[in-house]
């Protein structure tokens, strides 16, 4: 029974190689970082990480462990307080802290969820959300990626207990959710909206929904701290009686154990050194500026960290990707199935601390290779 399993296994990783769509696990490198999510520089920045290194020698203990689940003995004075200070910092009532964005759309999706209702959700929500949702069993249906019509007449046809879930910054295209269009519609038929603010956390201040003041339009916002915050972990922003429903029923809060104080605390830190550093994402918004001076074909919006380069052909977009390497610089790439083929696409993610030669040099390399293959 083993080998025929093992054979299983070994089948469909062979056909992910012959397809080049084969995951494998590599080692950071030093080339110049056009790949990851850290759009502020924080994780690598030598005045957060000297702040942080104080906390730690004030107070060693924040390094080990929590000693248990929330529930439990994980419960500490400083997890306490750091949800307290970002219920505050948000203006929500509450916030609940997990020790990972993906742990905290599966504790909501999955809770707040039951068989008898469904959730409409945006075609590239991320993974996290359509795991919760299937651990709810609820019935799941995809709109057009940010297309307002096709959730309204999904929408209209619903009867009973109806959530939409939508991310504010999309992390494939780099494009935003007309966020208060979709408000005024969940409103109309009186559905639950789930916002992910997982990418528009610290790149555009706390996020879209207080961008745009739209606090009492939502049932509850993710926001993430792996991304712009340089750290680790995520909150959810809520209401007191969904926060206690959460603690009370979400399997993925209550049976793990608490992170250690050093991740609440860095996460507070985070914050109060974004507030004394707004030009971090100033310089990444200059940056982003420089970036599409250079009129490539973007699928991206204008102010969006995450810039998406239309280069059909899996061949091609590989090709691509190792030429910059070559030249000492980490570019992701979306190869298709997992895109439309035909819409495959580089993507680019831009940081503060990205120098304008750089930027100017990615994309020179980009339309010359462009030039040489059209
Ligand atoms: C939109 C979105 N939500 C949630 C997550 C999960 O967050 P984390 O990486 O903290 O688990 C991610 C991360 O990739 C994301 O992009």
């Known amino acids: 029974m083993l080998n025929n399993q093992l054979n299983n296994w070994r089948k469909s990783l062979e056909k992910r190689k012959q397809e080049g769509t084969l995951r494998v696990l590599r080692p950071q490198t030093q080339e110049i970082d056009f790949y990851s999510n850290d759009y502020l520089g924080l994780a690598g920045n030598r005045s957060f990480q000297n702040r942080l290194l104080g906390k730690i020698s004030e107070n060693p203990r924040l390094l080990t462990g929590s000693t248990g689940s929330r529930l439990i003995s994980g419960h500490s ?54 795991d919760g949702c299937r651990l709810s069993n609820a019935k799941k ?46 409103e109309k038929y009186n559905a639950n909206l789930i916002v992910d603010e997982a990418h528009a956390f610290g790149v555009f201040g706390y996020g879209m929904i207080e ?78 500026k420089i970036f599409r001076k250079q009129n490539l074909r973007y699928a ?28 000492g610089m980490l570019t992701y790439a979306v190869f298709s199935p997992t895109v439309k083929t035909g819409t495959e696409r580089l993507r680019i993610c831009l940081h503060s601390f990205n120098t304008a030669q750089e930027i100017v040099k990615l994309t020179q390399i980009i339309e010359e290779f462009n030039d040489k293959n059209e």
Not at 101 to 109: M, V
Not at 305 to 313: D, K, S, V
């Open 211 to 288: 961008k745009f003041r739209l606090h009492d339009k939502v049932m509850a916002v993710v926001v993430t701290y792996g991304k712009a915050l340089g750290t680790h972990g995520a909150a959810i922003l809520c209401n007191k009686t969904i926060r206690s429903y959460l603690i009370n029923f979400a399997s993925p809060f209550i049976y793990t154990t608490s992170s250690h104080d050093f991740l609440w605390m860095s996460i507070k830190e985070g914050y109060e050194f974004l507030k004394q550093n707004h030009q971090l994402a100033m310089d990444l918004q200059e940056n982003i």
């Open 141 to 186: 249906i995809k709109f057009k990626h940010n297309d307002l019509q096709d959730l309204e007449d999904i929408l209209k046809r619903q009867k009973g207990g109806c959530y939409v879930a939508i991310e504010t910054l999309y992390s494939m295209d780099g494009d935003i959710a007309p966020i208060e269009e979709i408000v005024q519609i969940t």
């Open 300 to 327: 991206s919006s204008e102010k969006s960290p995450i810039q998406a380069i239309l280069i059909p052909e899996n061949n091609r977009l590989r090709n691509l990707k190792e030429i910059l390497f070559e030249n």
């Open 77 to 130: 004075i400083i997890v306490s307080e750091t949800e307290d200070y970002i219920a505050k910092e948000h203006q929500f009532p509450c916030a609940l802290l997990f020790s990972s964005g993906y742990n905290a759309n599966l504790s909501l999706f999955s809770t707040l969820l039951n068989r008898h209702d469904t959730l409409i959700m945006d075609e590239q929500i991320h993974r996290s959300v359509h």
